[in-house]
């Protein structure tokens, strides 16, 4: 069974930062794109950065220069490194591991607030 389990979210200050984990299971991960995805209340899931199997990385425009997202192909485990926090990136934050298969799965996601 495939599981992705997300870490590291939490309550931070404006300007704060915060790192999220998801540590994957019953996947070949190093086979698989990796992607953090965030949904705000009565908002569209939208996506926030990627990195495929090579190690490229892309980032939404709105968290550019804020957010990298890295992977461990040793730990199963993909991260999202949080900078410069603004209350406008307060959601439920997603893992999703997307295969050329194709395939794709989802963790069940975790709360970031970001508030004073």
């Known amino acids: 069974q495939v599981r992705l389990v997300e870490s590291g979210g939490g309550l931070v200050q404006p300007g704060g930062s915060l790192r999220l984990s998801c540590a994957a299971s019953?996947?070949?991960?190093?086979?698989?794109?990796m992607r953090w995805y965030r949904q705000a209340p009565g908002k569209e899931r939208e996506l926030v950065a990627a990195?495929?199997?090579?190690?490229?990385?892309v980032n939404a425009d709105s968290v550019k220069g804020r957010f990298t997202i890295s992977r461990s192909n040793a730990r199963n485990t993909v991260y999202l490194q949080m900078s410069s926090l603004k209350p406008e990136d307060t959601a439920v934050y997603y893992c999703?591991?997307?295969?050329?298969?194709?395939?794709?799965?989802w963790g069940q996601g975790t709360q970031v607030t970001v508030s004073s």
């Open positions: 019953g996947i070949i991960f190093s086979a698989y794109t």
């Open positions: 990195i495929t199997s090579d190690g490229i990385t």
């Open positions: 999703n591991a997307l295969s050329a298969l194709p395939g794709e799965y």
